[in-house]
């Protein structure tokens, strides 16, 4: 099956500065890579997605950036603040027979400090 | 996008019962998702339902401890059987929408259920 592969695992940044989280995968047959919010006590919360057929998307000061030929994609938070501190998950759908399911990374916790 | 509400929220469990998770869907949708999070871990997908048909199991999980139906292309139940502390988690629905591919493609996911075994 899949295997989604996160780092850091803990991400701890000043305000202002930027952050970036790293997944890889195994299942060439990907082709949706979601990135999820995570805040405590609350459900995943998707911030950005991505599809095979782009090799990079931003929306405001969140971005992700997908290499096909290395089987990895990365989350990019510029001018970071306080409340962009939660739990951050990426994600692959899965292909072929697995059709539909989604692997979630192990997660990053990324701390913002003021 | 699709709509879950998902109940209960939270509950706290005596060990050796169970505990029944719904999720109804505001459409229909072909395939329903359940995840387990364990406290501080990622979330983890149990199975697979599909309307019509047996759920489709992950490695390390099995039909007699958590039990699924879906009766339906809106609604799903997912029941933890046999509690132990083990099994404290959340617990969520999540459903696949739009098409691969497409700009409308995505997941959503219920709000979760807090299980608390005591």
């Known amino acids: 099956g899949e295997n989604v592969e996160q780092h850091p695992s803990t991400l701890s940044v000043q305000e202002g500065d930027s952050a970036v989280i790293k997944c890889t995968y195994s299942?060439?047959?990907?082709?949706?890579f979601p990135w999820y919010k995570q805040e405590l006590g609350k459900r995943p919360q998707l911030i950005i997605d991505?599809?095979?057929?782009?090799g990079e998307k931003k929306d405001q000061r969140i971005a992700v950036t997908l290499n096909k030929t290395a089987k990895h994609f990365s989350l990019h938070i510029t001018e970071t603040q306080p409340e962009d501190s939660a739990v951050y998950f990426c994600?692959?759908?899965?292909?072929?027979?697995?059709?539909?399911?989604?692997?979630f990374g192990q997660g990053t916790i990324l701390t913002v400090h003021p | 996008s699709a709509v879950i509400s998902q109940k209960p929220s939270r509950d706290i469990c005596q060990r050796g019962t169970s505990l029944t998770i719904q999720c109804q869907v505001d459409?229909?949708?072909?395939?329903m998702f359940w995840y387990r999070q364990q406290p501080g871990q990622s979330l983890t997908l149990i199975a697979t339902?599909?309307?019509?048909?047996?759920?489709?199991?992950e490695s390390g999980f099995v039909i007699d401890k958590f039990p699924i139906s879906r009766p339906n292309l809106t609604f799903s139940t997912l029941t933890v059987s046999n509690l132990s502390p083990e099994d404290s988690s959340i617990y969520l629905c999540?459903?696949?929408?739009?098409?691969?591919?497409?700009?409308?493609?995505?997941?959503?996911f219920g709000s979760g259920t807090r299980l608390t075994v005591v």
């Open positions: 999540s459903v696949e929408v739009g098409l691969q591919g497409k700009a409308n493609y995505g997941y959503t």
């Open positions: 299942d060439s047959a990907s082709n949706y």
């Open positions: 991505i599809r095979s057929n782009v």
């Open positions: 994600a692959v759908n899965a292909g072929g027979t697995s059709y539909g399911k989604l692997t």
């Open positions: 459409s229909q949708v072909t395939m």
């Open positions: 339902a599909n309307q019509g048909s047996e759920a489709t199991y």
